[in-house]
């Protein structure tokens, strides 16, 4: 029977072609020339398509992540054979998969988004339907319309890849492609509909004046919490939840939840831990922007608004993705030789030192080259197109090219791939109760907490001392 | 493994300390960060109260306030070129229109078709760019006088921008007499409240009249904009005000906020007048800080009669391409708790913004929709407002 690209991942040892750290700087520096050339043919707004609007090419872009992730984590690279996938050139292979997902991309966006739904349900994902309303200018028809499409994404690149990493795939895991794929893609599209219609449908529905008080519940229910009336407060935990999910899914190797044996448990837990999470980063995020800046005002603009301050949660947590991918595509995923536990704390503080000099290192120089503002709260400033765009690039090398050529691809015998499980159980096996785990946890606790208040101390102090914008 | 009766396993301990590391820090974020007791971190607000003096009254003449005819050309435009990031001077729109199309111009090329016309010719500056821009016809421009009476009654008149089209910008002064006050020397400055097109490029029209007025431009104008003053024909002083507060005369300072703006555009100067017993006035290029920011800021830096928000005269950028997002509604909720007994808001507010305060019930304060302005929702081009001042 076909396999298609099931456990393809899992299967596939990618054997370095020298020794590390050259490989991972060959990728840096091959994956750095593609983004910069395809950000200056798609986005950059001095190059050739100009689609940085933004919110054009940010939809682009936050779709194109989907795409990549449908083809494969949810229908794992079918129609594309095993074989195919084995024996085809990176070069070639990236080439046609990567055609394949812009197909698939300008299908569902002009297709279903604009076409189907922007024509017979709701009109504000069609520019040619919003023109037609009195005082509706092309571009903001295209723009509003392209941030719908865009928030429709921001759920979907959370509940996608949350059905495979948290939920397992479950109830399909043993059905056939593209079975599996369809059933999965149906029942996550099904979810990013319900969850758009309560958190970012309200924000479209007072988009156009008058409020659509028929239409949307206006003002939103989350006012008087979130401080606006913006759906950038869901932007927010949505966006936190798309980057636990893939830092579960990469450095922490799907632990804490790996430890649950009972399936159905693991998986809820799994599911609404990650949501957990992203909203303990969601609110801790959000903290530390009044502890820079001061608090948000309400109804001011840029830095001091609530809705900037969400959007900007957002934002920074994707900053947080980088080094997380980075680490495990090209780091294989160091260090591996403590406990899951010890590995797993080491790569997150690794992860968030990175992250945080890759913020520093964006906003002091990104606008020198990428043809965007100087400064944090422009309102055409979104630091997730740039990073969301890397990340495509490093998914379409890592998933399509085999991290080719730093990286050479060898399918895992029978036996490698039974090791590998043994491994990863014996990981599991290996956190278990007894007094000195216990003691262990109860001091880490304190200092967790006692990390946590001194983060915050110390922050303004570290703001004031590194001038970010000059 | 958890070795001897009695003894702690190093490697377990490590294991849960990492364990609980995480769960702690991850337990206090989520509990702690958004709940009232964060309130407790934030340093007290310390009011500056920076004594600014105090005025007699002002009065504001709008000389124009239609900075482009028609949206949809303007973002017709914007869209054409690659949007609202594209540098404001390669869109090809006039002055530095050089034939090349849209998106594809310089300011070096644009200027170099009309520079030796600069400042005194500008009829015929103006021929030639209608010829080499997108869409000539669209441009208007923003600026406005301010008269302003001191307690001891000596009176100064300031220009606060200096408008986009040549034609446009000349006929409006015309209109309203700066010209004739510009040649007199009655105009003691130009406030320049950012590099936008629609508020600096009519720049040669007040140079024609008075090269020698003395210019006050924000922190952060681009090498571009630097150049156009010169090439503009300006022999006067420029001061480049730094972020923050700077006085001006009693009762009026004007305030620099770093902030970047779309079309390649960074900082704003905005201005600030204590009006005796009435309180503070703020006037505005476009306020891309917000009024609510302006007001808060004056709140913390500075001392104004009876504490009281008196009055707003210009574009507070809200909806300049009459455009909606609900962070305007989070405004336009929010500008009553700051109990403004007068606004005069007009150009980038958008008419549907002042509607919007109108069916607040806020005092706005309506215009005559004369001279090419669009909507009585605002003051219109030629209306006039006073503060301390019946007008």
């Given at each position: 029977?076909?396999?298609?690209?099931?456990?393809?991942?899992?299967?596939?040892?990618l054997t370095?072609?020298?020794?590390?750290?050259?490989?991972?700087?060959?990728?840096?520096?091959?994956t750095?020339?593609?983004?910069?050339?395809?950000?200056?043919?798609?986005?950059?707004?001095?190059?050739?398509?100009?689609?940085y609007?933004?919110?054009?090419?940010?939809?682009?872009?936050?779709?194109?992540l989907?795409?990549?992730?449908?083809m494969?984590?949810?229908?794992?690279?079918?129609?594309?054979?095993?074989?195919?996938l084995?024996?085809?050139?990176?070069?070639i292979k990236?080439?046609?998969?990567?055609?394949?997902?812009?197909?698939?991309?300008y299908?569902?966006?002009k297709?279903?988004?604009?076409?189907?739904?922007?024509?017979?349900g709701?009109?504000y994902?069609?520019?040619?339907?919003l023109?037609?309303?009195?005082?509706?200018?092309e571009?903001?028809?295209?723009e509003?319309?392209?941030l719908?499409c865009?928030?429709?994404?921001?759920?979907?690149?959370?509940l996608s890849?949350?059905w495979?990493?948290?939920?397992e795939?479950?109830p399909?895991?043993d059905?056939?492609?593209?079975?599996k794929?369809?059933?999965?893609?149906?029942?996550?599209?099904?979810l990013?509909t319900?969850?758009?219609?309560?958190?970012?449908?309200?924000?479209?529905?007072i988009?156009?004046?008058p409020?659509q008080?028929?239409?949307s519940?206006?003002?939103?229910?989350w006012?008087?919490?979130?401080?606006?009336?913006?759906?950038?407060?869901?932007?927010?935990?949505?966006?936190?939840c798309?980057?636990?999910?893939w830092i579960?899914?990469?450095?922490?190797g799907?632990?804490?939840?790996n430890?649950?044996?009972?399936?159905?448990?693991?998986?809820?837990?799994?599911?609404?831990?990650i949501?957990?999470?992203?909203?303990?980063?969601?609110?801790?995020?959000?903290f530390?922007?009044?502890?820079t800046?001061?608090?948000?005002?309400?109804g001011?603009?840029?830095?001091?608004?609530?809705?900037?301050r969400?959007l900007?949660v957002g934002?920074?947590?994707?900053f947080?993705?980088?080094?997380?991918?980075?680490?495990?595509?090209?780091?294989?995923?160091?260090?591996?030789?403590?406990?899951?536990?010890?590995?797993?704390?080491?790569?997150?503080?690794?992860?968030?030192?990175?992250?945080?000099?890759l913020y520093?290192?964006?906003?002091k120089?990104?606008h020198?080259f990428?043809?965007?503002?100087?400064?944090?709260?422009?309102?055409?400033?979104?630091?997730?197109?740039?990073?969301?765009w890397?990340i495509?690039?490093?998914?379409?090398h890592?998933?399509?090219?085999?991290?080719?050529?730093g990286?050479?691809?060898?399918?895992?015998?029978?036996e490698?791939?039974?090791?590998?499980?043994?491994a990863?159980?014996a990981?599991?096996?290996d956190?278990?109760?007894?007094?000195?785990?216990?003691?262990?946890?109860?001091?880490g606790?304190?200092?967790g907490?006692?990390a946590?208040f001194i983060?915050?101390?110390?922050?303004?102090?570290?703001?004031?001392?590194?001038?970010v914008i000059? | 493994?958890?070795g001897?009766?009695?003894k702690?396993?190093?490697?377990?301990?490590?294991?849960?300390?990492?364990?609980g590391?995480?769960?702690?820090?991850l337990?206090m974020?989520?509990?702690?960060?958004?709940?009232?007791w964060?309130?407790?971190h934030?340093?007290?607000?310390?009011?500056?109260?920076?004594?600014?003096?105090?005025?007699?009254?002002?009065?504001?003449?709008?000389i124009?306030?239609?900075?482009?005819?028609?949206?949809a050309?303007?973002?017709?435009?914007?869209?054409?070129?690659?949007?609202?990031l594209?540098?404001?001077?390669?869109?090809?729109?006039?002055?530095?229109?050089?034939?090349?199309g849209?998106g594809?111009g310089s300011?070096?090329?644009?200027?170099?078709?009309i520079k030796h016309?600069?400042?005194d010719?500008?009829?015929?500056?103006w021929?030639?760019?209608e010829?080499?821009s997108?869409h000539?016809?669209?441009?208007g421009?923003?600026?406005?006088?301010?008269e302003l009476?001191?307690?001891?009654?000596?009176?100064h008149?300031?220009?606060?921008?200096?408008?986009?089209?040549?034609?446009?910008?000349?006929?409006?002064?015309?209109?309203?007499g700066?010209?004739?006050?510009?040649?007199?020397?009655?105009?003691?400055a130009?406030f320049?409240?950012?590099?936008?097109?629609?508020?600096f490029?009519?720049?040669?029209?007040?140079m024609?009249?008075?090269p020698?007025?003395t210019?006050y431009?924000?922190?952060?104008?681009?090498p571009e904009?630097?150049?156009?003053?010169?090439?503009?024909?300006?022999k006067?002083?420029?001061?480049?005000?730094?972020?923050?507060?700077n006085?001006?005369?009693?009762?009026?300072?004007?305030f620099v906020f770093?902030?970047?703006?779309?079309?390649?555009?960074?900082?704003?100067?905005?201005?600030?007048?204590?009006?005796?017993?009435?309180?503070?006035v703020?006037?505005?290029?476009?306020c891309?800080?917000?009024?609510?920011?302006?007001?808060?800021?004056?709140?913390?830096?500075?001392?104004?009669?009876?504490?009281?928000?008196y009055?707003?005269?210009?574009?507070?950028?809200i909806?300049?391409?009459?455009?909606?997002d609900?962070?305007y509604?989070d405004?336009?909720?929010?500008?009553?708790?700051?109990?403004?007994?007068?606004i005069?808001?007009?150009?980038?507010?958008?008419?549907?913004c002042a509607?919007?305060?109108i069916?607040?019930?806020?005092?706005?304060v309506?215009?005559?929709a004369q001279?090419?302005?669009?909507?009585?929702?605002y003051?219109?081009?030629g209306?006039?407002?006073?503060?301390?001042?019946?007008?």
């Open positions: 029977m076909e396999k298609f690209g099931i456990d393809y991942l899992e299967e596939r040892s370095q072609r020298w020794p590390q750290p050259i490989p991972a700087i060959v990728s840096l520096v091959f750095l020339i593609l983004f910069y050339a395809t950000w200056w043919i798609f986005q950059d707004p001095r190059g050739w398509m100009r689609m609007t933004p919110y054009v090419g940010y939809m682009y872009t936050r779709w194109w989907i795409v990549l992730i449908w494969v984590y949810i229908f794992n690279y079918w129609p594309f054979k095993r074989s195919w084995e024996k085809t050139h990176p070069l990236g080439g046609v998969l990567t055609a394949v997902s812009f197909g698939v991309l299908i569902l966006i297709g279903f988004f604009e076409g189907l739904l922007g024509n017979f709701l009109a994902f069609n520019p040619g339907q023109t037609k309303l009195p005082g509706v200018t571009f903001f028809a295209i509003y319309a392209a719908a865009l928030m429709f994404a921001a759920i979907a690149s959370w890849p949350a495979v990493v948290a939920c795939e479950a399909w895991q059905l056939k492609q593209p079975g794929g369809v059933s999965i893609l149906i029942m996550t599209f099904f990013s319900l969850v758009y219609f309560m958190t970012m449908h309200s924000h479209m529905g988009l156009y004046y409020w008080y028929f239409t519940i206006a003002p939103p229910y006012e008087k919490f979130a401080n606006t009336v913006s759906g950038n407060f869901h932007v927010s935990w949505i966006m936190c798309t980057v636990t999910v579960v899914e990469t450095i922490w799907r632990y804490p939840f430890l649950i044996k009972r399936n159905w448990l693991r998986r809820l837990v799994a599911f609404f831990g949501i957990a999470i992203a909203f303990a980063m969601h609110f801790f995020l959000y530390l922007q009044e502890m800046w001061g608090p948000a005002i309400r001011t603009r840029r830095a001091f608004a609530p809705d900037w969400w900007h934002e920074m947590a994707v947080f993705l980088v080094p997380a991918l980075f680490i495990t595509f090209y780091c294989n995923n160091w260090p591996k030789k403590f406990s899951m536990p010890v590995n797993v704390l080491i790569r997150t503080v690794i992860t968030i030192v990175a992250a945080i000099l520093i290192l964006y906003y120089t990104s020198n990428l043809g965007t503002q100087k400064g944090f709260s422009h309102p055409q400033q979104f630091p997730m197109i740039p990073t969301i890397l495509n690039i490093w998914l379409v890592h998933w399509f090219m085999d991290n080719w050529p990286w050479k691809m060898v399918p895992k015998t029978a490698e791939i039974a090791r590998d499980h043994e990863e159980q990981l599991v096996r956190v278990r109760w007894n007094p000195a785990l216990g003691w262990g946890m109860g001091v606790a304190v200092v907490v006692v946590y983060t915050i101390a110390l922050l303004p102090v570290f703001y004031a001392a590194i001038d000059k | 493994m958890s001897e009766k009695g702690i396993n190093r490697r377990d301990f490590f294991k849960g300390t990492a364990i590391v995480m769960g702690g820090t337990a974020m989520g509990i702690y960060s958004y709940s009232p964060r309130k407790g934030f340093p007290k607000v310390e009011r500056k109260l920076a004594d600014i003096g105090a005025c007699k009254n002002i009065k504001v003449t709008n124009s306030e239609t900075s482009w005819f028609e949206n050309h303007l973002m017709g435009d914007i869209k054409g070129a690659g949007g609202l594209v540098n404001q001077y390669d869109y090809n729109w006039p002055p530095f229109g050089d034939g090349s849209l594809k300011y070096e090329k644009g200027i170099a078709k016309l600069l400042p010719k500008l009829d015929e500056a021929a030639v760019t010829k080499l997108v000539p016809e669209n441009a421009g923003y600026a406005c006088l301010i009476e001191e307690l001891n009654g000596k009176k008149k300031y220009l606060l921008d200096s408008g986009w089209s040549y034609k446009w910008t000349d006929e409006c002064f015309k209109r309203e700066i010209d004739k006050m510009l040649e007199n020397r009655e105009i003691e130009l320049i409240s950012h590099e936008h097109f629609d508020h490029w009519g720049l040669p029209v007040t024609k009249y008075d020698t007025i210019m431009i924000p922190e952060g104008f681009y904009g630097l150049q156009y003053i010169k090439d503009a024909g300006h006067g002083k420029v001061i480049k005000v730094k972020a923050g507060l006085p001006v005369i009693p009762g009026m300072a004007s770093a902030i970047p703006i779309i079309c390649r555009v960074y900082g704003e100067q905005s201005l600030y007048f204590n009006i005796k017993d009435k309180g503070l703020s006037v505005t290029g476009c891309h800080q917000s009024i609510i920011q302006f007001a808060e800021t004056a709140y913390r830096e500075i001392k104004y009669e009876n504490d009281n928000l009055g707003v005269y210009g574009g507070l950028h909806s300049p391409f009459e455009d909606w609900p962070k509604d405004l336009v909720i929010s500008l009553g708790k700051y109990g403004f007994e007068k005069g808001c007009n150009h980038c507010t958008g008419i549907l509607k919007k305060f069916s607040a019930g806020y005092p706005v309506e215009g005559t001279n090419r302005s669009k909507d009585k929702a003051l219109g081009n209306d006039k407002i006073g503060f301390g001042i019946e007008v």
